[in-house]
T-cell receptor
Framework: EAGVAQSPRYKIIEKRQSVAFWCNPI?????LYWYQQILGQGPKLLIQ????????DSQLPKDRFSAERLKGVDSTLKIQPAKLEDSAVYLC????????????FGNGTRLTVT | SQELEQSPQSLIVQEGKNLTINCTSS?????LYWYKQKYGEGLIFLMM?????EEKSHEKITAKLDEKKQQSSLHITASQPSHAGIYLC?????????????FGKGTMLLVSP
């Protein structure tokens, strides 16, 4: 089966600019996650969708970050305006519905804010 | 909130040697996942453990969850250059109907020829 697709792979922007990331999960996976991974750290959950509804966005900086998952498939994550500390790899993952389903990750988007 | 501490932070082993990576949780583990990450790439799922005392193996990698379910170890036998990368443990939240994971900071493994 095809894996989780993310684009772009790399993005360089200046602070205060906006940026958007796209994710296409594995077909049939109801749950979609966005994680932020800062260099040298483990991934941190930003937001989780179950189909097209948000189930956890407690760690999403809502003053600048937004995400949507239209029609319960593809998802976009947006940052507006970006700050220097947003430089990180943004990972999208998906899983089947159910507690014991492993997360499958995409290759991520590496964001550099200058 | 649950915190995972991994040790060591990094290690270099000679090809052919065995090694162990540990993951210690601040709370009881209800599901523990091991992933491997290569630089610039996403996380690759290795194994999932749920029950105290459970042990799983895949090729030369063995993972265990201790009886008290607060620590897991990942053991690699006869390491190879292909084992190099960052190993991450992730804990599933209690009572959730889905696999939201909290991750440790990772252990970087280098295998020298």
């Amino acid at each position: 089966e095809a894996g989780v697709a993310q684009s772009p792979r790399y993005k360089i922007i200046e602070k205060r600019q906006s940026v958007a990331f796209w994710c296409n999960p594995i077909s049939g996976h109801a749950t979609l996650y966005w994680y932020q991974q800062i260099l040298g750290q483990g991934p941190k959950l930003l937001i989780q969708f179950q189909n097209n509804g948000v189930v956890d966005d407690s760690q999403l900086p809502k003053d600048r970050f937004s995400a949507e998952r239209l029609k319960g498939v593809d998802s976009t994550l947006k940052i507006q305006p970006a700050k220097l500390e947003d430089s990180a790899v943004y990972l999208c993952a998906s899983s089947r519905q159910g507690r014991n389903s492993p997360l499958h990750f995409g290759n991520g988007t590496r964001l550099t804010v200058t | 909130s649950q915190e995972l501490e991994q040790s060591p932070q990094s290690l270099i082993v000679q090809e052919g040697k065995n090694l162990t990576i540990n993951c210690t949780s601040s709370k009881t583990l209800y599901g523990l996942y091991w992933y491997k990450q290569k630089y610039g790439e996403g996380l690759i799922f290795l194994m999932m453990l749920q029950k105290g005392g459970e042990e799983k193996s895949h090729e030369k990698i063995t993972a265990k969850l201790d009886e008290k379910k607060q620590q897991s170890s990942l053991h690699i036998t006869a390491s190879q250059p292909s084992h190099a990368g960052i190993y991450l443990c992730g804990a599933a939240g209690q009572g959730l109907g889905y696999s939201t994971l909290t991750f440790g900071k990772g252990t970087m493994l280098l295998v020298s020829p």
